[in-house]
């Protein structure tokens, strides 16, 4: 069974662009999430998908967004690109996205911004 | 607001040793505890899951505990191999929304043969 896969590994992006990040979830699976990971906060939650809906969201300004498509899988979109932006991105997934089931995580992708 | 603290940031022991590693929350209301561990510049791997209605479980040399009344867990590594050094993180995901966990900032453990 596969695990939650992450495309790009990695990119660098200049200051002002704007990035597109992709999760596929483990097959069968309808909720996903997205952290984003800096050495100096830590591991913060950015938003989470279930059923092609946003149903929660963290404390980031607007040009994060994010989409869920139909077979579960995610893209997240950062715009206007500032170097804070820099940090390792990753999703999780869980099978039916319900308090208390397990979060499974991809390998995340390392975003640097120039 | 619900903060998660592990206490040591860092841990140097020999191989072979028992350990602990400590995490605490300050919000009880919580669905579920997990722990995981990361390697450098990867993913994380899922450890453990204990719900909030458990006191423990156990994955061979793991056994995570639960004090929900306490906000406390505890991450029980048996017999500890160099291959366990990584950073070792807890989550809690609370009633602010199914799937949000919230992560303390971790324990790097180094274990010397």
């Known amino acids: ?57 963290g404390n980031f300004p607007g040009r994060f967004s994010g989409r869920q498509f139909s077979n579960s899988r995610s893209e997240m979109n950062v715009s206007t690109l500032e170097l804070g932006d820099s940090a390792l991105y990753l999703c999780a997934s869980s099978l039916e996205g ?17 | 607001k619900q903060e998660v603290t592990q206490i ?12 602990v590693l400590n995490c605490s929350f300050t919000d009880s209301a919580i669905y579920n505890l997990q722990w ?14 204990i719900q909030s209605s458990q006191r423990e479980q156990t994955s061979g040399r793991l056994n995570a505990s639960l004090d929900k009344s306490s906000g406390r867990s505890t991450l029980y590594i048996a017999a500890s191999q160099p291959g366990d050094s990584a950073t070792y993180l807890c989550a809690v995901g609370s ?15 180094t274990i010397n043969p």
Do not use: M
């Not at chain 1, 992450?6 to 996903?32: A, D, E, F």
């Not at chain 1, 319900?98 to 120039?114: I, P, Y």
């Not at chain 2, 009633?95 to 453990?109: C, H």
């Open chain 1, 1 to 57: 069974k596969a695990g939650v896969t992450q495309t790009p590994r990695y990119l660098i992006k200049t200051r002002g662009q704007q990035v597109t990040l992709s999760c596929s979830p483990i097959s069968g699976h309808r909720s996903v999430s997205w952290y984003q990971q800096t050495p100096g906060q830590g591991l913060q939650f950015l938003f989470e998908y279930f059923s092609e809906t946003q149903r929660n969201k």
């Open chain 1, 98 to 114: 319900q308090r208390g089931t397990e979060a499974f995580f991809g390998q995340g992708t390392r975003l640097t911004v120039v």
């Open chain 2, 8 to 19: 040591p940031a860092a841990l140097s022991v020999p191989e072979g040793e028992n350990l």
């Open chain 2, 36 to 49: 995981f561990r990361q390697d450098p510049g990867k993913g994380l791997t899922s450890l453990l899951l």
């Open chain 2, 95 to 109: 009633f602010q929304g199914a799937q949000k966990l919230v992560f303390g900032q971790g324990t790097r453990l």
